[in-house]
């Protein structure tokens, strides 16, 4: 534990998560370097599977037990009392008051991570009363009143109902209603608007804003949509195969894309061809071919060679490092500077 | 024209909520009278609201959830009141893309299973023919061969939605209901996946309704769009149609608030206000009044039918006539 009170609210270094399965050792998380300050939204965006869930539960510490762990690295995190500690060491005692506490997290996958014997008002309490040592009662008004703040219609009834009574946006709702109602110092959030219509993923993007500006949290934002990252974030990180290949200020990214991935990655997005439409024509997308890294036989060197246009004989060589590319702007692509060519 | 192929006539699903032996409880309305029409080798999207009834309205068309009223025509057989025998011979040809790739997966069964359990269930081919079948299904989907033997835990969601499509592609259905198949995706495997959709519907002239919030999606794959808003259609069109002139202020709203992909797009927005009404107590009248910023009191009275306003286009808004959206 060391005292700084400068330090990033969150700074993960050389990050390394594996799953034991039947078929042997999974990495899915192959050396992660990302920073997160207070008041500041990074997203990360990146191909399915490529380690961004496995990335958040591993800064939770909520990987399975015996199956998931951390076998490197530190995630140093700054606490509401200026400490700083890595995640890593710390004892589950620990983690289990940062949990939900100073660090909250939306999950992807809102059904299994609400408990469906349970209202959904409870579970909300439950969280409050748990962190902030609300009494039943205040808790209850607390849940009633998160509930209304991520609009969720007649809040009062609502907090009556099991989860699977509920649409899978509103039950996404519950969960983001659940995150917040602690005020915490950073939020993980995997997915969060991605089950919700775009009226309320708009208003649910204006209120983490809104949160942020009061509390002054860090936003860890998993998404796959760059519309969203747009809308959102300071800074975006984008995944491939377990590790970070191009991170930059959002506005760098969109302009200056330095990695053939987030270059493929921003050309498959759906535009709309008028005219071959109107010929009747059958419209193909651009997407980057071939498949996902297979976790149990990742290619030799740049884990994108196999799909990429550029890869020459280096590539498959080593694992390119992080290359500046301006400030704030890094690319793990040997070839970035010739990508234009 | 072509045929049509899957014809919904005033279909209602109405949950009893809160009802027991000593409670009266209370009806909540998930899909209220919607009426729409799928032809052969067209791909209709639904967008709307979240809670508007898209997931209800897609499982009643196959009677995974049974319907309170209406009727659900499915190549010139009604599908409501189906006999059990009847349907379980249709439903090889009408299948269905969940939209939560967590918990439609049993966890219990291999990927290999998963996939070919309808072909089972169907008694379709020698296991020999099934376990090929399974492993040219999960290299369409974009996934190895060799996935066959692991189980759902060990994949990512967008790997999970892929080893959905590739169960509801087994049987090779006419219709497929797809409730959100790509949200989960990151955009470069949805591009695959929406390529794959394109090249089913061109050879095997698959009709699918196909269940969205990614407008830009939606617009790129769809022929025609309804667009719901608290169990009723609000705005039908082709896609074309309803991207460059949409007539119901909760479309406007709904494009108004599409992100898109760019940081310096600061744009004017129809922001909607307010509470989503509840379906248990729903307004009087539109059922969007109480959103709308184009409400008069006339809205509160009469619930507005859907009127045609052009070829293949209708609106349910009693000033749509007057209003200008693309201002
Ligand atoms: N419990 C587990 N057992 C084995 N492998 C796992 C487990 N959880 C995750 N993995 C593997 O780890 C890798 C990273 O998964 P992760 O869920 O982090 O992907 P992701 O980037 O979040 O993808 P998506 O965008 O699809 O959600 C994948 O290859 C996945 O198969
Ligand atoms: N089994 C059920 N019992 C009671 N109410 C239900 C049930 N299933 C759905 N509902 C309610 O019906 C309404 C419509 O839900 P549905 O899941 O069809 O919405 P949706 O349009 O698919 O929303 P989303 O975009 O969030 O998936 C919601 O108010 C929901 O709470
Ligand atoms: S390092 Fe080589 S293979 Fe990797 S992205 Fe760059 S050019 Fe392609
Ligand atoms: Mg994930
Ligand atoms: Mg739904």
């Given at each position: 534990?060391?005292?700084?009170?400068?330090?990033?609210?969150?700074?993960?270094?050389?990050?390394?998560?594996?799953?034991?399965?039947?078929?042997?050792?999974?990495?899915?998380?192959?050396?992660?370097?990302?920073?997160?300050?207070?008041?500041?939204?990074?997203?990360?965006?990146?191909?399915?599977?490529?380690?961004?869930?496995?990335?958040?539960?591993?800064?939770?510490?909520?990987?399975?037990?015996?199956?998931?762990?951390?076998?490197?690295?530190?995630?140093?995190?700054?606490?509401?009392?200026?400490?700083?500690?890595?995640?890593?060491?710390?004892?589950?005692?620990?983690?289990?008051?940062?949990?939900?506490?100073?660090?909250?997290?939306?999950?992807?996958?809102?059904?299994?991570?609400?408990?469906?014997?349970?209202?959904?008002?409870?579970?909300?309490?439950?969280?409050?009363?748990?962190?902030?040592?609300?009494?039943?009662?205040?808790?209850?008004?607390?849940?009633?009143?998160?509930?209304?703040?991520?609009?969720?219609?007649?809040?009062?009834?609502?907090?009556?109902?099991?989860?699977?009574?509920?649409?899978?946006?509103?039950?996404?709702?519950?969960?983001?209603?659940?995150?917040?109602?602690?005020?915490?110092?950073?939020?993980?959030?995997?997915?969060?608007?991605?089950?919700?219509?775009?009226?309320?993923?708009?208003?649910?993007?204006?209120?983490?804003r809104r949160l942020q500006r009061e509390i002054g949290m860090g936003i860890l934002f998993i998404t796959h949509n760059l519309g969203v990252v747009a809308e959102i974030a300071d800074k975006v990180a984008v995944m491939y195969g377990g590790r970070i290949v191009e991170t930059a200020a959002v506005q760098d990214l969109f302009d200056r894309p330095s990695h053939p991935y987030t270059r493929g990655l921003l050309a498959s997005l759906p535009t709309v061809d008028h005219a071959a439409r109107a010929a009747g024509e059958v419209a193909r997308l651009r997407a980057i071919p071939g498949n996902v890294v297979d976790p149990r036989n990742p290619p030799a060197g740049c884990d994108f060679n196999p799909r990429c246009a550029w890869a020459i004989e280096a590539c498959r060589a080593a694992v390119?490092?992080?290359?500046?590319?301006?400030?704030?702007?890094?690319?793990?692509?040997?070839?970035?500077?010739?990508?234009?060519? | 024209?072509?045929?049509?192929?899957?014809?919904?006539?005033?279909?209602?699903?109405?949950?009893?909520?809160?009802?027991?032996?000593?409670?009266?409880?209370?009806?909540?309305?998930?899909?209220?009278?919607?009426?729409?029409?799928?032809?052969?080798?067209?791909?209709?999207?639904?967008?709307?609201?979240?809670?508007?009834?898209?997931?209800?309205?897609?499982?009643?068309?196959?009677?995974?959830?049974?319907?309170?009223?209406?009727?659900?025509?499915?190549?010139?057989?009604?599908?409501?009141?189906?006999?059990?025998?009847?349907?379980?011979?249709?439903?090889?040809?009408?299948?269905?893309?969940?939209?939560?790739?967590?918990?439609?997966?049993?966890?219990?069964?291999?990927?290999?299973?998963?996939?070919?359990?309808?072909?089972?269930?169907?008694?379709?081919?020698?296991?020999?023919?099934?376990?090929?079948?399974?492993?040219?299904?999960?290299?369409?989907?974009?996934?190895?061969?060799?996935?066959?033997?692991?189980?759902?835990?060990?994949?990512?969601?967008?790997?999970?939605?892929?080893?959905?499509?590739?169960?509801?592609?087994?049987?090779?259905?006419?219709?497929?209901?797809?409730?959100?198949?790509?949200?989960?995706?990151?955009?470069?495997?949805?591009?695959?996946?929406?390529?794959?959709?394109?090249?089913?519907?061109?050879?095997?002239?698959?009709?699918?309704?196909?269940?969205?919030?990614?407008?830009?999606?939606?617009?790129?794959?769809?022929?025609?769009?309804?667009?719901?808003?608290?169990?009723?259609?609000?705005?039908?069109?082709?896609?074309?149609?309803?991207?460059?002139?949409?007539?119901?202020?909760?479309?406007?709203?709904?494009?108004?608030?599409?992100?898109?992909?760019?940081?310096?797009?600061?744009?004017?927005?129809?922001?909607?206000?307010?509470?989503?009404?509840?379906?248990?107590?729903?307004?009087?009248?539109?059922?969007?009044?109480?959103?709308?910023?184009?409400?008069?009191?006339?809205?509160?009275?009469?619930?507005?039918?859907?009127?045609?306003?052009?070829?293949?286009?209708?609106?349910?808004?009693?000033?749509?006539?007057?209003?200008?959206?693309?201002?």
């Amino acid at each position: 534990m060391t005292e700084t009170t400068t330090a990033p609210l969150l700074s993960i270094r050389n990050l390394v998560t594996e799953f034991r399965t039947e078929s042997g050792i999974v990495r899915a998380v192959k050396g992660v370097d990302l920073d997160i300050e207070s008041g500041q939204t990074v997203a990360v965006v990146g191909e399915s599977g490529s380690g961004k869930s496995v990335t958040s539960l591993s800064v939770m510490r909520l990987l399975a037990k015996g199956v998931g762990s951390i076998t490197d690295g530190t995630i140093l995190f700054r606490g509401r009392d200026g400490q700083v500690r890595d995640l890593v060491q710390e004892p589950e005692t620990a983690m289990r008051r940062i949990r939900g506490n100073e660090i909250s997290m939306i999950f992807q996958e809102p059904m299994t991570s609400l408990n469906p014997t349970q209202k959904v008002g409870a579970q909300i309490a439950e969280a409050a009363e748990l962190h902030q040592g609300l009494s039943h009662r205040q808790a209850w008004a607390r849940a009633v009143e998160m509930l209304s703040l991520v609009d969720i219609p007649e809040p009062e009834r609502r907090a009556q109902v099991y989860p699977h009574q509920m649409s899978g946006g509103m039950r996404q709702r519950v969960m983001i209603a659940m995150a917040l109602a602690c005020n915490p110092a950073l939020l993980i959030a995997d997915e969060p608007t991605t089950a919700l219509d775009v009226t309320v993923q708009l208003q649910i993007l204006e209120l983490m804003r809104r949160l942020q500006r009061e509390i002054g949290m860090g936003i860890l934002f998993i998404t796959h949509n760059l519309g969203v990252v747009a809308e959102i974030a300071d800074k975006v990180a984008v995944m491939y195969g377990g590790r970070i290949v191009e991170t930059a200020a959002v506005q760098d990214l969109f302009d200056r894309p330095s990695h053939p991935y987030t270059r493929g990655l921003l050309a498959s997005l759906p535009t709309v061809d008028h005219a071959a439409r109107a010929a009747g024509e059958v419209a193909r997308l651009r997407a980057i071919p071939g498949n996902v890294v297979d976790p149990r036989n990742p290619p030799a060197g740049c884990d994108f060679n196999p799909r990429c246009a550029w890869a020459i004989e280096a590539c498959r060589a080593a694992v390119p490092p992080m290359l500046p590319v301006e400030p704030g702007h890094a690319t793990r692509c040997i070839r970035w500077s010739e990508l234009d060519g | 024209m072509a045929e049509t192929l899957v014809q919904v006539s005033d279909l209602k699903v109405h949950f009893p909520i809160g009802r027991s032996l000593f409670k009266d409880g209370v009806t909540l309305k998930a899909v209220d009278g919607v009426s729409l029409d799928i032809a052969r080798g067209e791909v209709v999207g639904l967008v709307g609201e979240s809670g508007s009834g898209k997931t209800t309205l897609g499982r009643a068309l196959l009677r995974l959830i049974e319907p309170t009223e209406g009727s659900v025509r499915f190549d010139g057989t009604e599908v409501v009141g189906l006999p059990p025998r009847d349907l379980k011979a249709l439903r090889s040809r009408m299948q269905i893309i969940f939209q939560d790739p967590y918990a439609s997966l049993n966890p219990r069964m291999s990927v290999g299973q998963i996939i070919g359990e309808a072909l089972h269930l169907h008694s379709i081919g020698t296991r020999a023919d099934r376990d090929e079948r399974v492993g040219d299904l999960l290299e369409k989907v974009g996934l190895p061969r060799t996935a066959a033997a692991r189980f759902p835990h060990e994949f990512s969601g967008g790997q999970r939605q892929r080893i959905g499509i590739a169960r509801a592609l087994a049987v090779n259905p006419d219709f497929i209901v797809a409730d959100e198949p790509v949200s989960a995706l990151d955009v470069s495997i949805q591009a695959q996946i929406i390529n794959l959709l394109q090249d089913l519907r061109q050879e095997l002239g698959l009709s699918i309704l196909f269940i969205g919030h990614d407008l830009s999606v939606i617009e790129f794959l769809c022929d025609r769009v309804v667009v719901m808003y608290l169990g009723h259609v609000m705005e039908t069109a082709t896609a074309a149609d309803l991207y460059t002139q949409p007539r119901h202020p909760y479309t406007r709203s709904l494009l108004d608030a599409a992100p898109v992909p760019n940081p310096r797009a600061k744009r004017d927005r129809i922001m909607l206000k307010g509470d989503l009404p509840s379906p248990i107590n729903p307004p009087s009248g539109c059922v969007f009044r109480t959103r709308c910023p184009f409400a008069i009191e006339a809205c509160a009275q009469v619930e507005p039918a859907l009127e045609t306003v052009g070829p293949r286009h209708a609106v349910a808004c009693i000033r749509q006539a007057e209003l200008n959206l693309m201002e």
